[in-house]
């Protein structure tokens, strides 16, 4: 068993891939062994997580999700029976046991023979609860009794230990099966142990606030040789460092196309094009070109907070020679003026990220949409960056479809348009087309707060202009998550040590 993640990616499956797996493991072994194994996982976590409990709640549901939590009951029971440490096992039970299925009627079997009751309901009080109801077999909003157990494991401040997937979530997606989402703040700690596989949805959506701390047991069967569904995605190379003798036309150079001025509709974007633009500028590119739109009245010629970065008028900047060797950032408060540059980066930026504004335009426009398919068929590298809304805008559907499956949102989207997709928020989900998608695994709420997808922006252009041609699909994805990564990284380094302070996107540019 160990903690997830780890030093390097992990593969994630979903439900189906699940089975499969299991199907063929539970047939190498002995009868009941993988629900043994895992029962025996489930009690030896729960005792190394509250060792001092004095009473503890296994709520056992239906399926074999339900037999986990039966036969790590009895595992409990003879522990402590044995060791007389007076610690109570109350068992609840959600189900018939006539109608429970194999492996877990004979831990309900087991369970019997420990001499251990099963209870009407819960106890008062508790200091752990193993959460045993649904696994990756909950297929609908829980209701009745369930429901009820269900409601209080979620708003228990002692420690819950969900066992393979929390019940109030589908390991799939990460969307939350109760009706108006989890409570804000998980009241109390939360950890979770994802058997054989790990699932998707305990990375992204709402999956990071209901699983809590994961951990992973394979129950000793060997790695799985099928491809995934999706990766948690951790770098596994240190950034290289730069040789001696180089120079700054060999880092890259970044533009930003974005910024919209005041003089247009009276609502100044320059912000997020400056912030994006040191970002870049932070993160190693060697030169940094900020064309800010609609910047006709009043012209800003500079950045104070960063004078390195080079501002241009946009025209200058639309020039092919230049654009052939960069990388172009297109969107971060572009608002509508980023309508007049698009058909021409679309047409000769062969490196191009499209965030904000550039993606709402795209979304609006069959002909932008057009030129912008066309891009993969000339070998052009495109990188698109929505959060939740402005990829329901791309897909014409709605923040709770996007939502409701954020890795086939992210796929589709990839597949669409023929780039990498990368959909923002918790767990943000990179993909491109025909390879499985990587789940971030950093990242945490500071990042909730203006400007921090600029930033990001910025991040992933320097990335791109810092890369040579012809790229494969698999080293330009991991790249650009590598960015993303770095991103979320940043951020909690900041929560760790300003702990309550929030933070601010120009603090999180001036990282890199
Ligand atoms: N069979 C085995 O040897 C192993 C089983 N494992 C466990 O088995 C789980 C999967 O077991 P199952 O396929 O039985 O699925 P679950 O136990 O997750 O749930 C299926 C049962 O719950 C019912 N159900 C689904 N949604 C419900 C809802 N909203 N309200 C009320 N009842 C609902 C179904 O009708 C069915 O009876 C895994 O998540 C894992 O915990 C793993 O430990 C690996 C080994
Ligand atoms: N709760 C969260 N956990 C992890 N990352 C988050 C969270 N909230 C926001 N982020 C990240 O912060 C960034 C916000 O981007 P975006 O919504 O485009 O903001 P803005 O347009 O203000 O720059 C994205 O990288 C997103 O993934």
Do not use: Y
Not at 154 to 180: E, H, I, Y
Not at 362 to 377: D, F, T, V, Y
Not at 499 to 504: E, S, T
Request: with cysteine; proline share 8%; aromatic share 4%.
């Amino acid at each position: 068993m160990r903690r997830v993640p780890g030093p390097s990616p992990e593969p994630l499956f979903l439900a189906s891939a699940t089975r499969l797996i299991e199907h063929d493991a539970a047939a190498a072994l002995p009868a009941h062994t993988l629900m043994a194994r895992a029962g025996t996982a489930v009690a030896e976590l729960a005792l190394a997580l509250a060792p001092h409990a004095r009473h503890v709640w296994v709520a056992c549901g239906p399926g074999n999700n339900g037999g986990d939590g039966l036969m790590a009951a009895s595992r409990l029971h003879q522990w402590h029976r044995t060791r007389h440490t007076g610690t109570q096992i109350t068992v609840t039970f959600c189900g018939e046991p006539d109608r429970l299925p194999d492996d877990a009627a004979n831990a309900w079997q087991q369970l019997q023979a420990s001499g251990l009751a099963v209870s009407e309901h819960p106890p008062e009080e508790f200091d752990l609860a193993i959460d045993a109801l649904l696994g990756i077999g909950a297929r609908r909003r829980p209701e009745g009794r369930l429901a009820e157990h269900l409601q209080q494991l979620r708003q228990t401040s002692a420690t819950v230990l969900c066992v393979d997937v929390p019940s109030q979530l589908d390991g799939d997606t990460g969307a939350a099966w109760s009706n108006g989402g989890l409570p804000r703040t998980p009241p109390g700690p939360r950890h979770t142990l994802s058997l054989l596989t790990l699932k998707p949805g305990l990375f992204t959506a709402d999956g990071r606030d209901a699983a809590g701390t994961v951990w992973f047991d394979e129950l000793g069967i060997q790695p799985p040789t099928a491809t995934p569904d999706a990766r948690l995605f951790v770098p596994e190379h240190a950034t290289p460092t730069r040789p001696h003798a180089t120079h700054k036309g060999r880092q890259g150079d970044v533009i930003v196309l974005g910024g919209q001025h005041i003089d247009l509709n009276g609502a100044s974007m320059v912000g997020a094009a400056l912030l994006a633009g040191r970002a870049a500028l932070h993160a190693g590119a060697g030169r940094v070109f900020v064309g800010l739109l609609a910047d006709t009245q009043h012209p800003i010629a500079w950045d104070p907070a960063s004078p390195e970065l080079m501002l241009r008028q946009p025209d200058t900047l639309l020039n092919p020679t230049l654009l052939a060797h960069a990388c172009v950032v297109c969107g971060c408060g572009g608002g509508e003026a980023v309508e007049a540059v698009l058909p021409g980066l679309l047409e000769h930026a062969p490196r191009l990220v499209l965030d904000a504004d550039a993606l709402n335009r795209i979304a609006e426009s069959p002909a932008l949409g057009r030129q912008l398919k066309q891009r993969r068929q000339r070998d052009a590298v495109t990188v698109m960056t929505p959060h939740p809304l402005e990829a329901a805008r791309l897909l014409g559907s709605s923040t709770t479809q996007i939502m409701g499956n954020r890795l086939q949102a992210a796929r589709t989207l990839s597949e669409t348009w023929g780039t990498v997709c990368v959909l923002k928020g918790s767990g943000t989900v990179s993909a491109t087309p025909r390879l499985p998608p990587l789940i971030n695994a950093s990242g945490d709420p500071a990042l909730a707060t203006a400007g921090t997808g600029d930033v990001l922006a910025g991040l992933i252009g320097a990335a791109l202009a810092a890369i040579p041609d012809n790229l494969d699909d698999e080293t330009l994805l991991t790249t650009v998550a590598t960015a993303v990564h770095r991103h979320g990284l940043h951020a909690e380094q900041w929560s760790q040590n300003h702990p309550g302070r929030p933070m601010v996107a120009g603090w999180l540019a001036a990282q890199g």
